[in-house]
């Protein structure tokens, strides 16, 4: 049974660019979430994404956007990308919206 | 907006002894959850705790949930050199997961 996967590992983008993430979830959870990690910090919530629609969102402007298939995958999409966007991103499953979040080992985002 | 603060932030432990980190919410959680994350790695999961003075015990690794909901502890007992990594703690409130900034444990033999 494979665990959360993302694609792809790394990432090298130049400011300005745009940039999509993708997340399978764990097999049998619907729910995902993505998180943003920085360097030393603890994973900050973006949004979380269930039944193909955005349900929560933290504080993020909206160059952060994201999509959920009808197989429960998702995709982070970053537009107008900032030195700051550099970042590891986290993307979770769960079986349930407040359930145990499994994560994935993540995308290493840098921005130059 | 929920906030989540850890201490201590580092936290470098002689082989052997114990330590114990804390975690204080701004708000009442529904519950509190407590993840691991090894260098290079990404965070696992430990433990969910649910109710008001909730205690329970992983091996050497004792959680609380405090009775206000609002903050928790880890206690590590007997520290190993497998204990080394960040620890977090992550309310969860509204569906969302709002993290701490971590206590990274060293372990010196």
């Known amino acids: 049974d494979a665990g959360v996967t993302q694609s792809p590992t790394h990432l090298i983008k130049t400011r300005g660019q745009q940039v999509t993430l993708r997340c399978s979830p764990k097999s049998g959870h619907d729910t995902v979430s993505w998180y943003q990690q920085a360097l030393g910090q603890g994973p900050q919530f973006i949004f979380q994404y269930y039944e193909e629609e955005e349900r929560q969102r933290g504080n993020f402007p909206d160059r952060f956007s994201g999509h959920q298939f009808p197989n429960y995958s998702s995709e982070l999409n970053v537009n107008a990308l900032l030195l700051g966007d550099s970042a590891l991103y986290l993307c979770a499953s769960s079986l349930v919206r407040g359930h145990t979040q499994y994560f994935g080992p993540g995308t290493r985002l840098t921005v130059l | 907006g929920q906030q989540v603060m850890q201490i201590p932030q580092y936290q470098h432990v002689q082989e052997g002894e114990d330590f114990t980190t804390y975690c204080n919410s701004s708000t009442t959680l529904s519950n509190i959850q407590w993840y691991k994350q090894r260098p290079g790695g990404h965070p696992v999961f430990l433990i969910q705790l649910v109710k008001s003075g909730e205690v329970k015990k992983q091996k050497r690794l004792t959680f609380q949930f405090g009775e206000a909901k609002k903050n928790s502890s880890l206690h590590t007992a007997a520290t190993q050199t497998t204990d080394v990594g960040t620890y977090f703690c992550?309310?969860?409130?509204?569906?969302?997961?709002?993290f701490g900034a971590g206590t990274t444990v060293t372990v010196r033999a």
């Open positions: 992550a309310g969860h409130n509204d569906y969302k997961l709002s």
